[in-house]
């Protein structure tokens, strides 16, 4: 019989000497497997998020102050509703945010990303092309207009900087 990684004879000499068995040690591999196993059963909410480009720029837009990551900036988009696809919702949270249609093409990339137990999202990112320009702002502080070279320099959300790393990569 084992005994915290000895054998219980020697689990026995040392409790006879007032000693106590080495705690087991935790490998980096077994953190890696329960964080694993922790992040398959937390439930991730799918959100797309539109990459817009007009004339070498990428449109971004900062996030309601008031709200959840207040301030920081985005790719506009939202969350995807049940039984909707990544594509019909992201056109539909557009025209809500910004009252403007949008064509949805290539998806960019997916990331998966957990907001310290507050929120677990799979950002999809997809290039879009708005049939018009004339928006109006109603979610958002803000809107800009980035040249690539810029993208980094502005206070991305922690996924949204994963998309525009992603996005640099594939221009």
Same mark, same amino acid.
């Not at 398959?40 to 996030?63: N, P, T, Y």
């Not at 092309?129 to 109006?136: A, E, L, R």
């Not at 070279?149 to 996005?167: R, S």
């Given at each position: 019989? &084992?005994?915290?990684?000895?054998?219980?004879?020697?689990?026995?000499? +040392?409790? *006879?000497?007032?000693?106590?068995?080495?705690?087991? %040690?935790? %490998?980096?591999?077994? #953190?890696?497997?329960?964080?694993? $196993?922790?992040?398959?059963?937390?439930?991730?909410?799918?959100?797309?998020?539109?990459? #817009?480009? &007009? =004339?070498?720029?990428?449109?971004?837009? *900062?996030?309601?102050?008031?709200?959840?990551?207040?301030?920081?900036?985005?790719?506009?988009?939202?969350?995807?509703? =049940?039984?909707?696809? $990544?594509?019909?919702? +992201?056109?539909?949270?557009?025209? =809500?945010?910004?009252?403007?249609?949008? $064509?949805?093409?290539? +998806?960019?990339?997916?990331?998966?990303?957990?907001?310290?137990?507050?929120?677990?999202?799979?950002?999809?990112?997809?290039?879009? *092309?708005?049939?018009? #320009?004339?928006?109006?702002?109603?979610?958002?502080?803000?809107?800009?207009?980035? $040249?690539?070279? =810029? +993208?980094?320099?502005?206070?991305?959300?922690?996924?949204?900087?994963?998309?525009?790393?992603?996005?640099?990569?594939?221009?």
């Amino acid at each position: 019989m &084992r005994v915290g990684g000895l054998e219980s004879r020697e689990a026995h000499n +040392l409790a *006879q000497a007032g000693a106590s068995p080495a705690p087991a %040690t935790i %490998t980096k591999e077994a #953190i890696k497997s329960l964080f694993c $196993v922790r992040m398959s059963l937390m439930k991730f909410l799918d959100v797309g998020a539109a990459v #817009i480009l &007009r =004339e070498g720029k990428i449109l971004l837009a *900062q996030r309601n102050r008031n709200k959840f990551l207040g301030g920081k900036w985005e790719f506009p988009g939202g969350k995807i509703e =049940e039984g909707e696809s $990544v594509k019909v919702g +992201l056109a539909r949270e557009i025209l =809500e945010e910004f009252g403007i249609e949008v $064509v949805v093409g290539k +998806l960019l990339t997916s990331v998966a990303h957990e907001y310290k137990s507050v929120i677990n999202i799979n950002l999809h990112a997809y290039f879009c *092309q708005p049939k018009n #320009i004339d928006f109006k702002i109603s979610e958002h502080e803000n809107v800009a207009w980035v $040249v690539p070279a =810029e +993208l980094l320099n502005y206070d991305l959300a922690p996924a949204d900087l994963k998309i525009a790393k992603a996005l640099l990569k594939n221009l």
